[in-house]
């Protein structure tokens, strides 16, 4: 059996947050809209069922990781690139042979507070971290089981 992997998304809160997430039914949705091959190979590949993800608010005041989520359901062709309709609308997009892919998350648990950016950046062991690197932009990323612990350790004790 595969052993779980770690994850985090980002989302601006304006378009995605944590309580539109939490306030779903059964607080599970498709992440879509992802345009960036590398993020997208991600969601496809290597995201799988049981995964734990961080549900990071970005372009917010503060940034911050806000909750965890699980993975539900393993990638599979995102529709949003085929409805003209979509803003994630792509027209290079083909239903037979699919550019761009989800996962379904489902929120499992809010955090009891918020852990900035500003905060990451000054905890020892995260210095490796994806997302605290200089030019890191990618909407989905992994995050060692050291630095799941060391974010979850800081969550609680905080």
Known sequence: MRERRYWLVKSEPSSFSWDDLWALPKRITHWDG???YQARNLLRDEMK????????HSSADPAA????AEV?????????ALDPQDEHFDPK?????P???????????KLPRALTLAELRQTPGLEKMTLLQKGS???VQPVSSGEWEIICE?????
């Open 34 to 36: 992802v345009r960036n």
């Open 49 to 56: 069922k049981g995964d734990l993800v961080f549900f990071y």
């Open 65 to 68: 990781i806000v909750g965890i």
């Open 72 to 80: 539900v359901r393993e990638g599979y062709p995102d529709a949003s």
């Open 93 to 97: 997009s083909d239903a037979a042979n």
């Open 99 to 109: 550019a761009w892919f989800v996962v379904d998350l489902k929120a499992t648990k």
């Open 137 to 139: 932009r990618l909407s």
């Open 154 to 158: 800081l969550a609680e004790t905080g």
